[in-house]
């Protein structure tokens, strides 16, 4: 069974910086597509930064400039490094892998993590 486990949330004020970090357990042998997406109460899931294993990323606008995501294929780890955090980022992130390949061969479902919440206050 494959499980991704999110840290690195918490409290912070406008302007700062948050890294978001997210692991992946299992008997894994690679994952193509990691990615972040977030969700506030009473609103969709939201994508905010995916990176697949072309190198190919593709971030929400509303984030381009601000946040970066980055990968590390060994610790089949993503992270999401964000800065000049708005109010508007508030939300639940959570971490999401797809097309999981497996000693047991492909995983036949994309992976969710928990959830890591993030707060972008005075």
């Known amino acids: 069974q494959v499980q991704l486990v999110e840290s690195g949330g918490g409290l912070v004020q406008p302007g700062g910086s948050l890294r978001l970090s997210c692991a992946a357990s299992?008997?894994?042998?690679?994952?193509?597509?990691m990615g972040w997406y977030r969700q506030t109460s009473g609103k969709q899931l939201e994508l905010v930064a995916t990176?697949?294993?072309?190198?190919?990323?593709n971030y929400a606008d509303s984030v381009i400039g601000r946040f970066t995501i980055s990968r590390d294929n060994a610790k089949n780890a993503v992270y999401l490094q964000m800065s000049s955090l708005k109010p508007e980022d508030t939300a639940v992130y959570y971490c999401?892998?797809?097309?999981?390949?497996?000693?047991?061969?492909?995983?036949?479902?994309?992976?969710w993590g928990k959830g890591t919440l993030v707060t972008v206050s005075s």
């Open positions: 299992g008997r894994i042998v690679s994952i193509y597509t």
């Open positions: 999401n892998a797809d097309t999981i390949l497996t000693t047991a061969g492909y995983y036949g479902m994309e992976c």
């Open positions: 990176l697949n294993g072309g190198g190919r990323t």
